[in-house]
């Protein structure tokens, strides 16, 4: 693994690094989305793909994403679409409306679809019952059939599960778990509004395991408010006595004019970007002195989790929920808000629940909007994905994937990777663009400078 004294991140670079820009979960973002994409596009965007598989044509292996927007109390940090509520029986007319959609997704195949992966994100996925939840999978099996050895993943918020309700996920198939950790320490917890107790995840990460759960993951945040360096320190310390398989370690961006829970975290409370850089050092540091690969962007993994293996044979993709180890999968996103991407298309679906349950009630599929891919939009997303995936741009692949000379075509960005060669983050071959292990640690900078709509 990369670490900062491997390679060499003094402080002026951790500072760079501790910028936000575009995370590549696609290409091109989602904020380049429009509204001119509608209903009729993502619908034949979907009978294309059950047209060419019923052809025999090559097609994307399938991913299902569902949305779950509600959560019992709000985080403070919080900047994800939610529906904070703790009226439960609102997630029985959610089901309602996702029956509607898979339907929808079902006239539109004329037949149920194979998929190979599953994921359940939110909000709280875990805000709906056992039942609920066992509902979902039969509403979704109407429309989709699970490979065997389909990836089936949850995101799970540790204060509203307990080692039972865990054995029934297993039970119903899911086979893959993410905890929302943050941080340990309770006064970070209080000045969040999150409290969950260390035992508590413990106790929970223990029935994961014992229940056969794989590729356990757990997200972190640096920069919360009441989080000092020697706090974080003792918070990494807990982490890796639990040793997750995956962590997730992200930086926390204050924008409370732009998301109304962070209004109530106070400004004085947060960590200086001395402090910041410090705790992100220290947390590069202790990963890698846990023995963890560092995978890209913030994410780390134990050398014999599937995630790590993916990165060292060259086999490691990047969707909406991350890194991931399956093939490039067109994903059907449901629920309120949920972004998918079927063929050459992206597409988003109504962010507001109002929006969303009457377009369902209408009859029509709930994208708001989307896009259809260019011939430079689909080059591009090959490249940033290699650099965001390899880490390394093989002119020939690229060559051969798109038709194009990469030195003509990409001419200026060449140009631009010099200055980024000096610093010591990529080397550029004759055939190839190779990132070096300082360079990884600033994918998102490197993949920026293909990005046609910065520029
Ligand atoms: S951070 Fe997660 S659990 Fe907390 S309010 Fe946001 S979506 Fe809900």
């Given at each position: 693994m990369n670490t900062s004294s491997s390679v060499g991140l003094d402080s002026r670079l951790l500072q760079r690094l501790d910028k936000s820009g575009p995370r590549y979960t696609s290409y091109p973002t989602a904020d380049r989305f429009n509204e001119r994409f509608n209903p009729q596009d993502y619908e034949l965007a979907l009978k294309t793909r059950a047209e060419g598989l019923a052809a025999g044509s090559a097609i994307a292996p399938l991913s299902m994403y569902v949305h779950?927007?509600?959560?019992?109390?709000?985080?403070?940090?919080c900047a994800c679409n939610k529906i904070v509520t703790r009226d439960h029986t609102r997630a029985a007319k959610y089901l309602d409306a996702l029956e509607l959609e898979v339907d929808l997704h079902l006239r539109a195949w004329g037949q149920p679809q194979q998929a190979s992966q599953l994921h359940l994100g939110g909000g709280t996925p875990t805000f709906m019952s056992d039942l609920e939840i066992s509902r979902l999978m039969a509403i979704l099996r109407r429309a989709v059939e699970f490979s065997s050895n389909a990836e089936m993943s949850v995101e799970v918020d540790p204060r509203t599960v307990t080692p039972q309700r865990l054995a029934n996920l297993a039970e119903m198939g899911f086979n893959r778990i993410s905890f929302g950790v943050q941080d340990f320490d309770e006064q970070v917890q209080a000045a969040v509004h999150r409290l969950q107790p260390f035992e508590s995840v413990q106790g929970l990460m223990e029935s994961a395991r014992s229940l056969g759960y794989g590729s356990i993951n757990m997200d972190l945040i640096y920069g919360l408010p009441k989080q000092t360096p020697d706090s974080f320190a003792k918070t990494l310390g807990q982490v890796a006595q639990l040793r997750p398989d995956r962590i997730a370690l992200y930086g926390y961006a204050h924008m409370p004019e732009r998301f109304k829970?962070?209004?109530?975290?106070?400004?004085?409370?947060l960590p200086t970007s001395v402090q910041r850089i410090s705790m992100l050092e220290q947390a590069i540091n202790r990963f890698r002195a846990e023995g963890y690969d560092y995978i890209g962007m913030d994410h780390f993994a134990l050398p014999d989790d599937s995630l790590a293996v993916a990165k060292r044979q060259g086999k490691l993709q990047r969707n909406f929920q991350g890194y991931s180890t399956q093939p490039d999968c067109d994903i059907v996103a449901l629920g309120v808000s949920a972004i998918g991407r079927v063929g050459n298309s992206y597409s988003q679906n109504a962010k507001t629940l109002d929006q969303y349950l009457a377009a369902l009630r209408q009859g029509r599929f709930p994208t708001e909007k989307g896009l259809w891919l260019s011939s430079d939009d689909l080059i591009r997303r090959t490249v940033v994905m290699a650099l965001m995936c390899q880490g390394r741009l093989d002119f020939e692949l690229i060559e051969k994937t798109c038709g194009i000379t990469v030195t003509s075509y990409f001419k200026p960005e060449l140009a631009r990777l010099q200055a980024m060669q000096e610093e010591g983050m990529l080397v550029i071959e004759p055939r190839a663009v190779q990132l070096t292990p300082l360079g990884w640690h600033f994918v998102r900078s490197i993949a920026m400078v293909f990005d046609r709509y910065l520029h």
């Open positions: 779950v927007p509600f959560c019992e109390s709000v985080c403070y940090y829970p962070q209004r109530r975290i106070l400004t004085p409370d």
